[in-house]
């Protein structure tokens, strides 16, 4: 079955420093693959998501990861944080012909002045 | 466009009374799904509808919960009886299903207070 794991429940860097969010899947498809994110109160927002183009992809708000099928990892990157980008951010995989969503657990980053 | 619009944000109530929730996806979407999110269990998927039929409903918790699709542009969820164990955000978001590889779009949620 597939699923998706984020290592890391809880993520704190000083602001300006580097955002690495790990996320790794498990399936013997490479699926397509998602980041989004939740600001307090809010629904989910998609930052980038993977499709099997470019496997280093760009999103919203300077993030982006690249798919690595040799480690099965589609990590999230920033290389500054902003004050702003405080969040929970989740992990999401598709196989392709099938609608189940499958959703890390999410890591809540936090950023420190 | 307007997103995914859900009603209300905020519900509390009383164990024992029934509770709908309603989402209104974008328009042009034949996708729609609910879910769930708590601390204990993240997101869970709920229901899946495709074109106004529900595909999945494999993830609803009880016979308590039900949902219902009566055209393209409006969904609810009801919980009937409601108990505290069912205090939880619940999402509805709305996608384009020909293009597999298209995104969710999530509305705010509403968050259910059961007491």
């Known amino acids: 079955a597939q699923s998706v794991t984020q290592l890391g429940s809880h993520v704190s860097v000083s602001e300006g420093a580097l955002v690495l969010l790990r996320c790794n899947y498990s399936?013997?498809?490479?699926?397509?693959l998602f980041w989004y994110v939740q600001y307090p109160n809010q629904g989910l927002q998609l930052l980038l998501k993977?499709?099997?183009?470019?496997?280093l992809v760009k999103g919203i708000n300077g993030f982006e990861a690249e798919f690595k099928k040799s480690e099965t990892s589609f990590h999230l990157t920033k290389p500054s944080a902003h004050m702003s980008d405080a969040a929970e951010y989740f992990c999401?995989?598709?196989?392709?012909?099938?609608?189940?969503?499958?959703f890390g657990t999410g890591t809540r980053l936090k950023v420190l002045a | 466009d307007a997103g995914v619009i859900q009603s209300p944000r905020h519900e509390v109530t009383e164990m024992g009374q029934e509770v709908t929730l309603r989402c209104k996806p974008i328009?042009?979407?034949?996708?729609l799904f609910w879910y769930r999110q708590t601390m204990m269990r993240g997101l869970e998927l709920l229901i899946y509808?495709?074109?106004?039929?529900?595909?999945?409903d494999s993830g609803m918790p009880e016979d308590r919960f039900s949902a219902k699709m009566p055209n393209a542009s409006f969904s609810t969820l009801k919980i009937q009886p409601s108990e505290p164990r069912d205090s939880a955000v619940y999402f509805c978001?709305?996608?384009?299903?020909?293009?597999?590889?298209?995104?969710?779009?999530f509305g705010e949620g509403s968050r259910l207070t059961v007491l």
């Open positions: 978001a709305s996608s384009i299903r020909t293009i597999n590889t298209g995104e969710l779009f």
């Open positions: 399936s013997s498809v490479p699926p397509y």
């Open positions: 993977y499709t099997s183009a470019a496997t």
């Open positions: 999401a995989a598709i196989t392709s012909g099938t609608y189940k969503y499958i």
């Open positions: 328009s042009g979407h034949n996708s």
């Open positions: 509808f495709n074109n106004n039929v529900p595909i999945d």
